[in-house]
């Protein structure tokens, strides 16, 4: 079997054709960052690292796609999901598509910085309790300082 993980974690291309394909971070800090042409730049992330990438994708016929995926690197064993733009390992915590399952992600992501808090130490359950609201067409559920000093206090007592 042909081994695809990446020693760092998970590896991605970003690539940009301006109003054809469009990917960016929308938060995380790659470890590595390499141009490979005009067009892609190569990320790696550690073990560990959270990041969010967004992806605006436009056909021939005018039809604009776009999407948001969160996503945890994973240490190269672990159990984790397949993504099919990632090379290594990762688990996909997130993932919407459309104007406003996206748009109500990017505000999430807004109100948990306005709150002072970096979005790649928030409590990676958070994403999945938000990816299944949106989902169900729920609103999202609150993160604020309290439920992240929370995650902290778990993450340390185990």
Do not use: K
Request: glycine fraction near 6%.
């Amino acid at each position: 079997m042909n081994d695809l993980r990446s020693p760092l974690g998970a590896q991605l291309d970003l690539v940009w054709i301006e109003t054809r394909i469009e990917q960016w971070l929308r938060f995380g800090c790659p470890e590595t960052s390499v141009r490979i042409d005009r067009h892609r730049r190569r990320v790696s992330f550690a073990a560990g690292d959270v990041f969010a990438l967004m992806r605006w994708l436009a056909s021939d016929t005018g039809a604009v796609t776009v999407s948001i995926d969160i996503v945890l690197a994973m240490p190269p064993g672990e159990p984790c999901a397949v993504l099919p733009w990632i090379t290594g390992a990762a688990d996909r915590l997130l993932h919407q598509t459309g104007d406003a399952p996206v748009r109500a992600v990017l505000d999430t992501i807004t109100r948990i910085e306005r709150h002072g808090l970096d979005p790649r130490a928030v409590c990676p359950d958070y994403w999945r309790d938000l990816d299944a609201r949106l989902r169900a067409s729920r609103p999202a559920p609150p993160y604020g300082r309290a439920r992240h000093e929370a995650w902290l206090w778990r993450r340390a007592a185990s």
